[in-house]
Structure formats: structure tokens, C-alpha cells
């Protein structure tokens, strides 16, 4: 992972792009020696949080994909047993039967939570916690 910030010998984070520009707040993009403390002040207050925040992250060592991975549990296909603990929740729907409808968000009803074999759970539909990642554009 490439970095964007550095620590000093204090552990303080701070941003080194070679002195050439400096992003503002608002996206638009100035050039370092025309930004003056009185400047920095009114115009990019948060900066220093910012950069605190994004040096935090990159100690961590850690790519985007590999938090969300730590955080979110796998989209597997859910169990019997998961099921049974949903009722009244959404899942993400898919129907194996010829005349299904294409996969979809849907709210498990109680009555199929508690017993969802007897709606010929993993013959005739899935269910998934969240829509299928290979389904995303």
C-alpha cells in the first residue's frame, strides 16, 4: 500500500506530496507556497483530523478490501438455523425455479423463518444477507 502521509519523530502525522500542490477542503487544488497560516486557519480547519485519521488507517497496514473483510461478515448462503433468526428481516432473494422472478430484496416473514424447509428452502429459493457481490456494477 502506498502511503500519503508520514509521521515526524514525535509520532505527528503530516501530509508529503513534494511540496508541489495541496488539496483543499473544497477539492480544488493550490499551490503550497501561496498558502499562508492565516490561510490554512480559515480555510482548511479539519485538515489536521483528516490527516490524523488517514495516518491511523495506513499504520494499520491494511487495504481497503482487508477491513471490510474484518468488519462484514462473509456473504455466504444463509443456514436453516440463520434463518430462523430473521423473521421480519430483509434477505436477498434468488429463485431457482424457472418462472422465478430475478434475485431481489424481500422481508423473510415470520412464518417462513420458523419453519423454511417447509417452503423448500434450497430447492426453490436462496437467501443471502446481502446482494450478491458479483451482481454489483
Not at 27 to 37: E, S
Not at 39 to 61: M, P, Q
Not at 103 to 109: G, Q
Request: one cysteine or more; proline letters at 7%.
Amino acid at each position: 500500500m502506498e502511503r500519503l502521509t508520514e509521521r515526524n519523530k514525535k509520532g505527528c502525522a503530516y501530509f508529503n506530496n513534494d511540496g508541489i500542490l495541496i488539496r483543499g477542503a473544497n477539492g480544488t487544488f493550490h499551490q503550497k507556497k501561496d498558502i499562508t497560516a492565516h490561510y490554512i486557519h480559515d480555510r482548511f480547519v479539519a485538515l489536521d483530523k483528516v490527516i490524523d485519521r488517514l495516518a491511523a488507517y495506513e499504520d494499520t497496514g491494511l487495504t481497503p478490501e482487508e477491513i471490510v473483510a474484518l468488519i462484514q461478515p462473509p456473504n455466504d448462503l444463509l443456514t436453516l438455523e440463520e434463518l430462523r433468526e430473521m423473521g421480519g428481516e430483509p434477505y436477498w432473494h434468488i429463485g431457482l425455479r424457472d418462472d422465478s422472478p430475478p434475485p431481489h430484496w424481500a422481508i423473510l416473514p415470520s412464518y417462513v423463518a420458523q419453519r423454511p424447509q417447509d417452503y423448500f428452502y434450497g430447492k426453490h429459493w436462496l437467501a443471502y444477507r446481502r446482494r450478491q457481490e458479483e451482481e454489483y456494477c
